[in-house]
């Protein structure tokens, strides 16, 4: 892998490990549908009470199901394969242009230092996510 990708790729890793942002493949409304599912099955045959152990026992089955799924960001995008990182690294320096650095702390601190720049580049990490890795994107609170 070339330095400048290498270089942007860790860029990234920064800018969403600064935002607390995690991923979230599709499929995450299938631990939703296992909680809510088995609660109204709970309820027609238990009532109330049925409500909530149905409830419970839905979201543990949900979050097993779902286990594995949220990743930070940077994981991912250290796990890109050599041609999504090319087209991450297309999208990025589309927006980063003329800019020159010889190493990555240098590049951080441009990027970071510029406030415009750090929230165009954020947002085509986070275009790029969604639409490419057809991923959905939540904030860490």
């Known amino acids: ?16 490990a600064n935002q607390q942002v995690k991923n979230t493949v599709k499929g995450s409304g299938k631990g939703a549908a296992a909680a809510g599912g088995l609660a109204f099955a709970g309820g027609l045959v238990g009532g109330p009470l049925g409500i909530a152990v149905g409830g419970a026992v ?37 927006i980063l242009g003329e800019i020159h650095w010889t190493e990555l702390a240098q590049l951080t601190a441009l990027v970071m230092g510029n406030t415009n720049l750090k929230h165009q580049v954020t947002a085509a990490l ?12 939540h904030y860490v609170d």
């Open 58 to 94: 839905g979201g543990l089955l949900g979050c097993w199901m779902t286990s594995g799924q949220f990743k930070p960001l940077p994981q991912i995008i250290m796990e890109l394969s050599p041609q999504q990182q090319q087209k991450l690294y297309d999208d990025i320096m589309a």
């Open 126 to 137: 986070l275009g790029y996510v969604t639409k490419e890795l057809q991923a959905e994107v």
């Open 1 to 16: 892998m070339s330095h400048r990708i290498d270089d942007v790729m860790k860029l990234c890793c920064e800018l969403s």
